[in-house]
């Protein structure tokens, strides 16, 4: 048999044109509204949290530690297990094992976020840090099975563009709650009245629990993803084997030795990202920004350049791969907040705070939607939402320990060598990107 006979066809190369239109496909536009109802509560419990405790007189090194609310982002494999598996009584039967989850999810984001915008921090903190703890197991909740959900919408060839389709949804939520929400509370506050405005707050909290509307609707309203046979367990023991140890065992048996090296890539690839967002907010407090022009600043430009990033990033994986994309967005990212050093002494310059917004935001889509659609490709389908919530676990993990301590640091070195601190902490990760691209070639030679 000759070698033409038995060399497998290239795979096909797709054009510019039909690249940009895979995101008009009906399963994209559904993964930009769910996108949306999954980056909604992230900032309502971080960074837009730490906007509103500053403004309440909350110091910064209390700030940092409840930030660790966001460990329950790094702790959701615990129980993605059973958002993968166990059905729900009454609902399942109604929904499907995945938008059942969803839904119930998407109700304790929302009752959660009701219950943060009655509290008032200046009373005390725990009524707010228990309500934010049920919205971030809420949320994370709603990421295991959102992410089951659209790894099972699409073929492999189609998972960067659910992924670029996803993250703007996400990152347009984020906007939301981050600018949004700094508008409604700026609109609601009383005039003539000075500091800290609890139903000013309450106002801004209210209307983004209603906006967790837009994720509910979406839900009732698509299709359930052809269910997954599973084989039928005998016993409690064969369940967690099943439900567990497989698909920890089915990903380590797939990568063997480079498991560890992934895993590595996976654990810090966002850390200078999420470490220094818990700080950005009481940072632009301190310089004397006003609610208006952060939300001015983060909603026009924001919205732009995270756009471009978001959509950017999903095409050039889809022409060039993903791995040279990743190693653009770890640079990029560590390099932004190196910006955020220089904004530090420009004092209050509107004008210096659209720059910085708009780097960090087009450096965040670009690193995010390669890393959504590195991730996706890692997963095997019959463990879609265990494995994706190991992965999504462990790329919180690391960084919002360390975030913890961000305050801290701040008040005893300063907000210069805080952003200069975050970005070096991409350097490991450029290495990182290196060798796991290097392992990549080798196993496939």
């Known amino acids: 048999m000759s070698d033409k006979a038995t060399t497998a066809p290239p795979a096909p190369r797709h054009p510019w044109l039909a690249a940009w239109r895979v995101y008009l496909e009906p399963a994209s536009l559904r993964m930009l509204a769910l996108g949306f109802s999954a980056g909604l509560p992230l ?73 943060m915008a009655l ?54 939520a984020m906007i939301w709650a981050g600018a949004g929400v700094l508008w409604i509370a700026a609109r609601a506050e009383v005039d003539g009245a000075s500091g800290y405005q609890a139903g000013a707050w309450a106002t801004a909290y209210l209307a983004m629990a209603a906006s967790m509307l837009v994720g509910t609707a979406t839900v009732l309203l698509s299709p359930e993803p052809l269910p997954r046979p599973l084989p039928p367990a005998r016993g409690l023991g064969e369940w967690l084997r099943g439900a567990v140890v497989d698909p920890f065992a089915d990903f380590i048996g797939r990568y063997r030795w480079q498991a560890a090296l992934i895993l590595a890539l996976i654990a810090v690839y966002r850390i200078s990202d999420v470490v220094m967002g818990i700080m950005a907010n009481p940072f632009y407090v301190d310089m004397g920004y006003t609610k208006d022009e952060v939300a001015a600043v983060t909603k026009v430009f924001g919205v732009v350049m995270t756009l471009a990033g978001a959509f950017v990033g999903g095409v050039l994986s889809m022409r060039l791969g993903v791995m040279r994309v990743l190693m653009l967005g770890a ?44 991730l996706s490709g890692l997963t095997n389908v019959q463990y879609s939402a265990t494995q994706y919530a190991l992965f999504s676990s462990m790329m919180l993990l690391a960084p919002k320990w360390l975030a913890g301590f961000s305050g801290q640091f701040v008040d005893a070195h300063g907000y210069g060598a805080f952003f200069t601190g975050t970005a070096l902490l991409g350097l490991p990760v450029l290495l990182l990107v290196w060798l796991t691209s290097r392992a990549k070639m080798t196993s496939s030679a």
């Open 43 to 115: 900032l309502l419990v971080l960074g837009t949290l730490s906007f509103r405790l500053r403004e309440a007189g909350i110091d910064r090194t209390t700030i940092g530690y409840l930030s660790w609310v966001g460990l329950a982002y790094a702790f959701k494999w615990v129980w993605s297990p059973l958002v993968d598996r166990l059905p729900l009584p009454l609902i399942t039967r109604w929904l499907g094992r995945r938008r059942s989850w969803l839904l119930l999810a998407q109700a304790l984001v929302i009752a959660g976020l009701i219950g």
């Open 119 to 172: 509290a008032d921090p200046r009373q005390g903190l725990d009524a707010m840090v228990w309500c934010a703890l049920l919205v971030a197991f809420g949320s994370a909740t709603q990421d295991i099975a959102l992410d089951a959900f659209r790894i099972e919408s699409a073929d492999t060839e189609r998972q960067a563009a659910l992924a670029a389709t996803y993250q703007t949804g996400y990152r347009l």
């Open 331 to 374: 640079l990029l990212s560590a390099c932004s907040n190196l910006l955020f050093a220089w904004l530090g002494q420009h004092g209050h310059d509107v004008r210096a705070l659209v720059l910085v917004v708009s780097a960090d935001n087009l450096a965040g889509g670009i690193a995010s939607a390669a890393f959504i659609a590195y």
